[in-house]
């Protein structure tokens, strides 16, 4: 079946650091891949999607490339800032499957002053 | 208003009582969703109807009763809960099944 897994744990880091979230799947057919964040008190709100190969899907300085061949659409930010502090979730919807969405468990990110 | 929005935004109930959670999109959307979030566990999902037909109950227990009236409004309701059903309660929308889903913002239940 269609499953996602991300890294474990927290991640904890300072103002302008670099981000990286690891995200890997498996899919029976072709997914769309997509991140969601969750700010504290709130519901999830879609920050970026790829819908094929290859393709790089961005927004609000984030950044994630749908790689096929390691599976994987890994979420990247090269500074962050406190407002960035929230829950990101990876996620995948396959049309040749269960046509749902299928999510990652997330990872808190807190971004230190 | 726009998006999906969820009444009431919090809600202290009883184990005796019955209540609704009411979800309603603005997107023009086909597809609903109730989910499940707890503390330190993963998104559950609940339910899902796609053209108000109910489509997916994950073994949900029978004291959550769906309800979808129109493609625009999905209702939740609820009675004799317990404690651990204590959670965020949260409705989403999309085009079809398959496609990207928009949430709104939650019901924070809460039973005591």
């Known amino acids: 079946g269609n499953s996602v897994t991300q890294m474990e744990g927290p991640v904890t880091l300072s103002e302008e650091a670099f981000l990286t979230i690891n995200c890997t799947y498996t899919?029976?057919?072709?997914?769309?891949l997509f991140w969601y964040v969750q700010y504290p008190g709130e519901g999830l709100q879609l920050l970026l999607k790829a819908t094929k190969a290859d393709d790089k899907g961005s927004n609000k300085g984030f950044e994630a490339t749908y790689r096929k061949e390691t599976t994987s659409f890994h979420l990247e930010k090269g500074s962050v800032q406190v407002s960035d502090s929230a829950v990101y979730f990876c996620?995948?919807?396959?049309?040749?499957?269960?046509?749902?969405?299928?999510f990652g468990k997330g990872n808190q990110v807190v971004v230190i002053p | 208003e726009t998006g999906v929005t969820q009444t009431p935004r919090h809600l202290v109930m009883g184990m005796t009582n019955k209540k609704s959670l009411k979800c309603e999109q603005h997107l023009g959307h086909n597809a609903m969703y109730w989910y499940k979030q707890s503390a330190k566990k993963p998104l559950e999902l609940m339910f899902v109807y796609n053209f108000k037909e109910q489509t997916e109950n994950n073994s949900v227990p029978s004291r959550f009763s769906p309800e979808c009236p129109n493609s625009s409004h999905l209702f939740l309701h609820l009675h004799t809960l317990q404690p651990e059903d204590s959670a965020l309660y949260l409705c989403?929308?999309?085009?079809?099944?398959?496609?990207?889903?928009?949430f709104g913002p939650g019901t924070r239940l809460t039973v005591t």
């Open positions: 989403a929308s999309s085009q079809e099944t398959h496609y990207e889903q928009y």
């Open positions: 996620a995948l919807s396959d049309r040749g499957g269960n046509n749902r969405l299928a």
């Open positions: 899919a029976t057919g072709y997914p769309s």
